[in-house]
């Protein structure tokens, strides 16, 4: 089992690795460099000059790697072009921004999914599950981009509820973000709550049409304790690697979701960093989100052997 | 003994079409069951058997509603129940041993957890007493060391101790019924004989009464007091076991039980035509009517009643049935193939051949060394006649299929060669076979609903091999697909069907049709009668048989069931764990002197008479690898005779018929012990 883990892990660095150096190397084949996006029409003569010593632009591309990557693993970035300052300080306050937005989201999304999936899987084709999964089809179906502006007109406009839009600045305190993201946490809720209510909802199905439910009613086991003991745990196992997908997305920035509401998140970053030529940005973002999908994915796998027998009892026969 | 446990009274079960048509899949059906007594359920599927043995526990399968009738569990109607009130009588009163215990246990639970589970919900026992009772119960269905056997999940089990789990979990609540629903189907023969001594052993030992639902009369015949024979969702026939065997006066019985293949005789079981009508078919007359021999204009108006006659103690759905009293001697006989010329050439040789699943290592790969020394398959020395039918036995596990998918080229082979035509060396490897040999050897799978692909019409299905080999198109392609389905008994209008439209055994001869489109010279038959209900079988295995006399194939037959490899083989092999036994001419291989695992093999089979007891001389453990050194079989074998057999491959003999078995105990010492 250790290496088993072990042996994930080595993948998920060697995923790493592979990252960066298509990042690094994306970056360097493009027409241009940091240095003449940077002084754009200055570009020329000692100012180019004196901008690529600076950045240490006049050493071979390999050893930029190098250097840039031991640095990587020390925890540091380098500098942003744009604002001139640490990576570190640019990135910290956006991450948390999007840990707030995503756990939020989760500890919301993720709970009431199983419920919707599990109710209109037990209630198959009558009115729960009628009326649930018109909802979810429909809250599937909107793109985030209007469900998100349709919220923001009737809470925010029409009835002045909540601010429409998210204006703190990118190092607000936690319970100064709370209040401002209950209309971002909605509008992504509607659509991953309704994605994995859906599959919940067709996991059970599959497992309550199954041979061992029917041994379990026939054995006598009262309908919920065999909900619970025999269906669900059965049912949600698969569940696992989608919410670890789900989890992954959420925190590489929701990228729409925080455009409508310029919330100051990972998301919006990227799109800032590519507009603005930011490459250093954009290749600790690169890094950064690869690695939360690799990691959480990780975990989901490695959640999947514990809980699965099936599965465990072949990984220690090996 | 005849206080009535559960009655069945007047039970239609049916669903609504798509059309809002009521279709009923249970006509009618009144039975009783009394204390202590085990009664068979028979039919093939599609009979209405597995409905009914559920509607007795008041269960009935989603999509499904009784129209009328009652099930009377002592005098209180199931159907009427509240789910509440059911609970206290399922796994308590009535309880169920399902069909196919690997699924029916739930996958993450213990094993002790699920039994505990029913005795939690049935006694009233503690949780010391429980513990007790767990190991007690493990004990009683002789599952090896049961106090560790409860803190194991179901797929660490193999499939006979799985299924004595799920008859743990029924006994936990001590009921006064068991139904069990094909609880041997998909076992290997010798842990059927094991399980169904088990269940024999228990009916009497607890004195609980049965309901045995089951397709297979073999079985039946093993445990039943009383029959009921099932056709189309009614009863045509019912009474006591060894009437309705020995002594079937129901066209349809009567027909089964000639259908099914016996190890006592040589040659083709008679085939019944045609099939069983689908639910809703049937309007008017005598379900049986289109299949009957002893039809009149009478069964097609009119639908017989369930009449009683009582001096034979049995009750019969036909008007003529009087014309099968004292016909019963016709039981015994069977169709007499011809036998290959023995003169012919030998058209497939496999020499040496071993066969390895194990993957190669990274290294062992780069360095081009073989790993693995004790491969699945080993040392296969077979030549094929022109013409023969040669039957590959064994368990499963024995490497039979494995061997037939090396032959078509699917797996490679280790070690060895397979040699085809005039000695020519057959390339292990499918893309290096040249298109003729290719066409030359074909194969038919086990289930025709995966071989067939649903969305082609067989006209697509069979024009594939026509115009892959021969570059047939326009009419003449559709001359030869009508050719074709012709010869395997099915009419132009099947060109246009697809597979999902055809009943079992109609797939099944597509399948048969596909393989003969090539004009192979050797058909490779995987399994292929066993998805097959009895009278099907029949039917299939003698179209073979005509086909083959007709154009002089060689077949290939690989069989788990000895009794369908008797009629339809001229030579068989007799394989265990991926090695030889014994190979002969087929009426020599079932005479004694037999290699120790072919007497284990023909002891287990189980034959649709109460009077032929099944021997069991060998354990049913699972072996998962085959030894490393001696002889394959010892681990199992009644007959060891000592270290010899662990240590040393066992010697080729020749008996005086001519089979071939490899033994240490010398061959007429073998026959002696066998006497």
Redesign the interface.
Known sequence: MLLLILKRIGLGLITLFIVSLITFVGVEVLPGDACTTYLEREAYGAALDACIKRLGLDVPAYERYLDWASNVVRGDFGYSLSGEMPINEVLGPRVKNSLVLASVSILIGIPLAIVLGIITALWRDKLPDIMISTITIFSMTIPEFISATLLILIVAIWLGWLPGIVIIPSDATFYELLSNIILPVVAISMIMTAHMARMVRSSVIQVMASDYVQMAILKGVPYWKMVFRHVLPNALLPAINVVALTIAWLLGGVVVTEVVFNYPGLGRLVIESISNRDLPVVQALAIILASIYVGINLIADLMTLMLNPRLKSLQIRK | MNEIIESVKNLSIGFNSQKGKQISILRNVSTNIKKGETVGIVGESGSGKSTLA?AM?G?IK?GLFPLKGECLFKSEDLLKMS?RQ???????KI??I???AG???????KIGYQID??LK??TDLNKTERDKKISELLNKVRLPSPETMAFR?P??LSGGQQQRV?VA?ALA?KPDLLLLDEPTTGLDVTTQAHVLELLRFIAKDTGTSMIYVSHDLGAIAQVSDRIVVMYAGEIVLEGPARKILKEPIHPYTYGLLKSIPKLSLAGLPASMPGSQPQPGSINEGCSFYDRCNLATDNCKKNSPDLEHIKELDTNVRCFNYKELINQNNNLQTSITKKSNNSEANEVLKLKDVSISYAKQKFFDQLLNKISDQNPTVKDININIKKGETIALVGESGSGKSTILKSIAGLLKTKDGQIKFENDRILSSDLKMRNPNDLRAIQLIFQNPDESLNPNHTVEQILSQPLKLYFNLSGEELKKNIIDLLKKVRLGEFYMSRYPRQLSGGEKQRVAVARAFAAKPDIILCDEVTSALDVSVQAAVLNLLQQLKEDLGTTYVFVSHDLAVVRAISDRVAVLYQGRLCEIGPSQNVYKFPSHPYTEVLLGAVLEPDPDIKPKLVAEDIVEEKPPEKGCSFQGRCPRKIGDICNSEVPPWQIGENGNAIRCHINIEELASLQQ
């Open positions: 559920l526990m269960y989603q789910s059911l609970e206290k009588i399922r796994g308590r309880a169920m399902p069909q196919n699924q029916a246990l739930t996958p993450n639970l589970e029913a919900l049935h999940y797929h660490e799920a979990m609540g």
